[in-house]
C-alpha cells in the first residue's frame, strides 16, 4: 500500500510564493513519476506538472509554465512544488499523484492541501 501526503498550503498574499510538498511511503515503494494537479472550487481538477523519478526534466502545463517548478528529492520519496508570484486565481486545491514500477498506471493520490490566495 502506497500513501501520499500533500502538505504546505495555507493563505498567502498576491505575489508571493509558495512551496508544496508531497511524500510518498510505503513498503518497497519503487515509485515511477509523481505529478501534480489542482482543482479550484466548483471546476475540474486540472494537471500542472509531472516527472520521472529516475531522472530528466519536469513537464509543465502551458497555463502555469514560467510560475512553477517542480523537483524531488529521490531520498525522501518526496516531490515540490515551487508557486512564484501566486495570483487569487491559483486559489485551488493542490493534489499530489505518484506511481509506482509495480503498479503500473495506477494513481495513488493525496487527500489535497488548500491554497488560498489572499487579494
Known amino acids: 500500500q502506497v500513501q501520499v501526503v500533500e502538505s504546505g498550503g495555507g493563505t498567502v498574499q498576491t505575489g508571493d510564493s509558495l512551496r508544496l510538498s508531497c511524500e510518498a511511503s510505503g513498503r518497497a515503494l519503487g515509485l515511477s513519476t509523481m505529478r501534480w494537479f489542482r482543482q479550484p472550487a466548483g471546476k475540474e481538477r486540472e494537471f500542472l506538472a509531472g516527472i520521472r523519478w529516475a531522472g530528466g526534466p519536469p513537464v509543465y502545463a502551458d497555463a502555469v509554465k514560467g510560475r512553477i517548478t517542480m523537483s524531488r528529492d529521490t531520498g525522501k520519496s518526496t516531490g515540490y512544488l515551487q508557486i512564484n508570484s501566486v495570483e487569487p486565481e491559483d486559489t485551488a486545491v493542490y493534489y499530489c499523484?505518484?506511481?509506482?514500477?509495480?503498479?503500473?498506471?495506477?494513481?495513488?493520490w493525496g487527500q489535497g492541501t488548500q491554497v488560498t490566495v489572499a487579494v
Open positions: 499523484a505518484a506511481r509506482t514500477y509495480r503498479t503500473g498506471d495506477h494513481d495513488y
